[in-house]
């Protein structure tokens, strides 16, 4: 499955990352190190739960990033894959 949508992306000058819609309804936050950040998301599935991880980094104006994560176990493991971006405004 893929999905695109508009992303918020706040990076504070105390180097805060925060973001709620990465991940629809989790509010996620982390510090910035160097130009790189990890925001972190947690998947509730039916046996062993994951978490998805949104590895991003910070060029210009821009943010480029990695998802990948997991959930579940066995052959009911779900996987995440994907990437994101934002724009400086």
């Known amino acids: 499955m893929c999905e695109q949508h508009g ?3 706040t990076i504070t000058s105390a180097g805060r990352v925060q973001t709620s819609d990465l991940r629809d309804g989790t509010t996620m936050e982390t510090t910035l190190s160097g130009s790189s950040f990890v925001l972190v998301a947690p998947v509730l599935v039916e046996g062993p739960d994951g978490e998805i991880r949104y590895i991003g980094s910070v060029i ?4 480029v990033g990695q998802i990948e994560g997991s959930a579940g176990s066995g052959t009911n493991t779900t996987l995440f894959s994907g990437s994101f971006s ?4």
Do not use: S
Request: net charge positive; charged share 25%; proline share 9%.
């Open 60 to 63: 210009d104006n821009r943010i």
């Open 7 to 9: 992303i918020t992306i």
């Open 86 to 89: 934002a724009v400086k405004p």
